[in-house]
């Protein structure tokens, strides 16, 4: 799985094939906001709603179950919910009964919940996923007064390889963009074939006009090429 913040989906185009958006609701304000969000995206984009309970950082948005419940049947999109700080079986019970067809990911961020992988992943249904954040886990070393060497050796190498013998899908970061400005969002698939409809509309009225045909085919021809190349920088399709 490869999860893109929907931030990104602002300025660039990830195909819904390959990419499934995460939707982070601490930087989400209200219902309205979140549903204009949501409605933005492609019709077929699997979508990770990720769920900010014990945000320690700003900002710290507070969702209760009922709002995302209602979310999640309002929009058959979401596919995923995370839940942040999942210490025990007990913290994912809530979301597994009342969301049961959406994939609930425990996201562990502390050494309760590296300790806990077994008994956390026993109540998971399919696909069993699990998330880590080594950033926040980092933290829960330090807070807890212990030597951080042990961050990797002791705690995330036992989980990935607890997940690796029991195929449960482990997501960790891979990656952060950072940029001074961001690029303009290129056109996507329904507004190139738009405009390629539009260009033809033209075109008729230039037939219905008595215009020379054969320049207006060529006309035609030459707004397709220009769009196949808006294609493949969208797709990667020749």
């Known amino acids: 799985m490869l999860l893109v913040s929907r931030h990104l989906t602002d300025y660039w185009h990830f195909p819904a094939s390959i990419f499934t958006v995460r939707v ?24 990770f709603l990720d769920i900010p309970l014990l945000r320690r950082k700003p900002p710290c948005t507070e969702w209760r ?38 994939a609930v990911v425990p996201k562990i961020e502390s050494i309760a919940g590296c300790r806990n992988i077994k008994s956390i992943a026993h109540v998971l249904t399919e696909p069993k996923i699990v998330m880590l954040d080594h950033d926040d886990l980092f933290h829960d070393i330090l807070d807890k ?21 029991c ?5 960790r970061t891979a990656g952060v963009m950072f940029a001074d400005h961001l690029p303009p969002k290129p056109p996507t698939a329904r507004l190139v074939l738009a405009e390629l409809c539009s260009h033809a509309a033209d075109v008729l009225t230039g037939i219905g006009e008595h215009k020379d045909v054969n320049d207006l085919a060529a006309s ?11 294609w493949t920088d969208i797709t990667g399709d020749q």
């Open 24 to 47: 982070n609701l601490a930087w989400e304000t209200s219902m309205v906001l979140l549903r204009e969000h949501l409605a933005a995206l492609p019709a077929d984009q699997n979508v």
């Open 65 to 102: 179950v009922g709002e995302i419940i209602e979310m999640a049947t309002e929009f058959p999109c979401i596919r995923y919910v995370g839940i942040s700080r999942v210490e025990a079986p007990e913290h994912l019970m809530t979301y597994i009964v009342k969301l049961p067809n959406v």
């Open 145 to 165: 007064g212990l030597d951080p060497a042990g961050l990797y050796d002791e705690h995330i190498t036992p989980l990935r390889h607890y997940c690796r013998q």
């Open 167 to 171: 195929g449960i899908r482990l997501l």
């Open 220 to 230: 035609l021809r030459c707004k397709a090429n220009e769009l196949r190349f808006a």
